[in-house]
């Protein structure tokens, strides 16, 4: 006899913790949907990139698609790199000049030719030099400079046809 109404107790909790969790359930999904919406929205406003960039959609080209200018200086660039908080020495980057890889296939190619790059020789000088600049002797790295370079000329000159930017003589002392 005792057991049961042990397992009538049992099967009748088991009921209650099923009628519980599903109302458990229903009650919470609305706050965790607003939640998740919540949380999307902030990351839009942050800019933060949930999925993958379609910029790097310009990759699809081969070796043959890119067209360089080559850009050589008289005489030598010296740069004063930013100071270390561990070393009071005064540092510098050097380098002779630097060759641009223009994807000749991009939509934008027209606008940004090897003319085009002669003419701006001094404003892509300043943004490697300004990058240069901003990094000290423990950060700074020939591929860094590069690449944030790159992405600078991109966003000054609106363009995304300048897939490749290469540094003449690159030294760092």
Known sequence: MKKNIFSIIITA?????VVLTAILFFVMMPAFQKTN??????AS????EIEPDDEEAEEDYTVSDIEYT???????QTVNLGASASDKKDHYALFDGFTVGVNKKSDD???????TIAS?????????RSVMQSKTNDTISEELIK???LE?????????????LTLKNFMHQ
């Open 109 to 115: 190619y027209g606008d940004f030719k090897t003319e």
């Open 37 to 42: 919406k919540l949380v999307t929205q902030v």
């Open 70 to 76: 080559d850009v050589a200086f008289e005489a030598q």
């Open 13 to 17: 909790l088991t009921v209650v913790n």
């Open 147 to 149: 690449k944030e370079s």
């Open 120 to 128: 701006y020789q001094s404003t892509i000088t300043d943004i490697i």
């Open 152 to 164: 600078q000329i991109r966003e000054k000159f609106g363009t995304k046809c300048v897939v490749e």
């Open 45 to 48: 406003i942050l800019d933060l």
